[in-house]
C-alpha cells in the first residue's frame, strides 16, 4: 500500500467516525455543544470531528462519546451510513 493509499483509507475511516458521531448525536437529539458539555471537550473539538478536519482521536474518547451517545463503539467505524 501506498503513502497516498494509506492516506486516502485514514482520510475515509475519520469521515465515517465523524458521519457515524453525527448520526448518533442527533439521533440522541444533543447539540454538539451538548456533547461537547457533557464530555468537557470544546464545540470545535466536536464540530471539527464531524467535519473531519480533525485527524486524530483516542479509542479512549471514541469510547467515552460512544458510552454518552448510548451505542457501542463499533458503530462509529460502520460505512454504511444511514441518511437522516
Given at each position: 500500500?501506498?503513502?497516498?493509499e494509506r492516506q486516502s483509507?485514514?482520510?475515509?475511516?475519520?469521515?465515517?467516525?465523524?458521519?457515524?458521531?453525527?448520526?448518533?448525536?442527533?439521533?440522541?437529539?444533543?447539540?454538539?455543544?451538548?456533547?461537547?458539555?457533557?464530555?468537557?471537550?470544546?464545540?470545535?473539538?466536536?464540530?471539527?470531528?464531524?467535519?473531519?478536519?480533525?485527524?486524530?482521536?483516542?479509542?479512549?474518547?471514541?469510547?467515552?462519546?460512544?458510552?454518552?451517545?448510548?451505542?457501542?463503539?463499533?458503530?462509529?467505524?460502520?460505512?454504511?451510513?444511514?441518511?437522516?
Amino acid at each position: 500500500m501506498t503513502k497516498n493509499e494509506r492516506q486516502s483509507n485514514e482520510e475515509n475511516i475519520y469521515n465515517i467516525i465523524g458521519k457515524n458521531i453525527r448520526k448518533y448525536r442527533m439521533k440522541k437529539g444533543w447539540t454538539q455543544r451538548k456533547l461537547a458539555e457533557t464530555l468537557l471537550l470544546s464545540n470545535s473539538f466536536i464540530g471539527k470531528l464531524e467535519s473531519v478536519t480533525y485527524q486524530t482521536i483516542s479509542i479512549d474518547t471514541l469510547e467515552q462519546i460512544a458510552n454518552v451517545l448510548d451505542t457501542d463503539i463499533r458503530n462509529f467505524f460502520d460505512r454504511h451510513i444511514e441518511k437522516d
